[in-house]
Every structure is written in structure tokens, then in C-alpha cells.
């Protein structure tokens, strides 16, 4: 069965912090990973992906990937209250052609 | 750049009432998706289009219909609605379809509330 899980939340966090949020999934032969960032009443956006273990850095985010434990996280340095938004990891499982999306987890920066 | 373009953007519908909610895509992209979310289950696959002239159920294909016009279209729609098909609607495209994954890139939504 595909799933992808994540903390629901809210994860509060002061501006400035660095905020880690984090994703499991049980599909040993995923290969690549996403995460989308998507504000209250708006669609969700691509802000990063990930095939390689290890990190990947791109500005103020860090995705970071361990195969071995299937896990996969998002940090976000500096954070700002404009950060404040729900993150969705999601991963194509092995065998199936679309993306499964974990639930989310809602961010929240205080000023 | 339009991207993926929905309509309409919120509806109210009595139930038994049908209706179809458009999407197109203006990215020249092979495979298109019809997503809801509800508060709590996150983003769930209605239906799916790999390719011009395909479509394929997803996780929760019951009381949907899906029509890929063309390329650039792909239409969804409620034969008879329910309440349980209160939601917010998304429609999203990719390149394409592979094992390995492919960016998805969504419309802005359709907010769909029956009464």
C-alpha cells in the first residue's frame, strides 16, 4: 500500500529559526521526492525535488534524503512569516505513474 | 503564461444536480490530473490522463467522469452530485507519466460545495 507520512501539525517556529519538517514512506523503490508549499486557500507549488541521497540545496531550502531509512525532510533556514503555509511531500511510487501526496504539514513562523 | 487554467472557480449545487468542471493546459504537457482535497485526507487522485486519448481511475474514482477533449483539456464531471462530493478541486498537468516521477504543476481550484 502507498503512504506517505507526514506530522500534521502546526509546527511553530520564531522568525529566524530553522524550521525541519519531515516525511516517511513505505515504497522501498520510490526514486525521486517532492515537496510542494501551499498557502491557505491557494494550490499547491513546486519548491523542491530530490533523487539522490543526501542534500540538496536551493536558496533558504535544504531537502535532505536517506534512502536506507526511507525518509526524506525539508529544512528551512531563516524562517519568515511568509513561510507560514502547509508542505506536502509527495513521492511516485514504483509501479504507479502519479505522485502520492502525504497529507501535510502546516508551518507556522511567528514575527 | 497562464499555466493550468480551471473554471469555475466556486460552485454550489443542489444534489442530483450535474455539472462538469473544465480545465487546459497551455504547456504542451502529454498527461493531465484531476485531484480533490478535503480538510484532514489530503490531496487525493480522482482521475488521471497519461496521454491524449487515455484515462485512468485513481484513488477515488466513484461518481466522476473524466473526458480528455484534446491535448490541452481535460474535463471532469459529476452525473448526479453528493453531499460527500463537497471539495476543493484541482486540476494539474505534468510532462508526462513515469515511474520515477514528474513535476506536477496545479491550477489555481474549483471550490465545489452541495447542498
Known amino acids: 500500500q502507498k503512504e506517505v507520512e507526514q506530522n500534521s501539525g502546526p509546527l511553530s517556529v520564531p522568525e529566524g529559526a530553522i524550521a525541519s519538517l519531515n516525511c516517511t514512506y513505505s515504497?522501498?523503490?520510490?526514486?525521486?521526492f517532492f515537496w510542494y508549499r501551499q498557502y491557505s486557500g491557494k494550490s499547491p507549488e513546486l519548491i523542491m525535488f530530490?533523487?539522490?541521497?543526501g542534500d540538496k540545496e536551493d536558496g533558504r531550502f535544504t531537502a535532505q534524503l536517506n534512502k536506507a531509512s526511507q525518509y526524506v525532510s525539508l529544512l528551512i533556514r531563516d524562517s519568515q512569516p511568509s513561510d507560514s503555509a502547509t508542505y506536502l511531500c509527495?513521492?511516485?511510487?514504483?509501479?504507479?505513474?502519479?505522485?502520492?501526496f502525504g497529507k501535510g504539514t502546516m508551518l507556522l513562523v511567528s514575527p | 503564461n497562464a499555466g493550468v487554467t480551471q473554471t469555475p472557480k466556486f460552485q454550489v449545487l443542489k444534489t442530483g444536480q450535474s455539472m462538469t468542471l473544465q480545465c487546459a493546459q497551455d504547456m504542451n504537457h502529454n498527461s493531465m490530473y484531476w485531484y480533490r482535497q478535503d480538510p484532514g485526507m489530503g490531496l487525493r487522485l480522482i482521475y488521471y490522463s497519461a496521454s491524449e486519448g487515455t484515462t485512468d481511475k485513481g484513488e477515488v474514482p466513484n461518481g466522476y467522469n473524466v473526458s480528455r477533449l484534446n491535448k490541452r483539456e481535460f474535463s471532469l464531471r459529476l452525473e448526479s452530485a453528493a453531499p460527500s462530493q463537497t471539495s476543493v478541486y484541482f486540476c494539474?498537468?505534468?510532462?508526462?507519466?513515469?515511474?520515477?516521477?514528474?513535476?506536477?504543476?496545479f491550477g489555481e481550484g474549483s471550490w465545489l460545495t452541495v447542498v
Open positions: 494539474a498537468s505534468s510532462e508526462s507519466v513515469t515511474a520515477s516521477g514528474n513535476t506536477i504543476y
Open positions: 509527495a513521492v511516485p511510487y514504483s509501479g504507479y505513474s502519479t505522485l502520492t
Open positions: 530530490i533523487y539522490s541521497n
Open positions: 515504497d522501498r523503490g520510490s526514486q525521486s
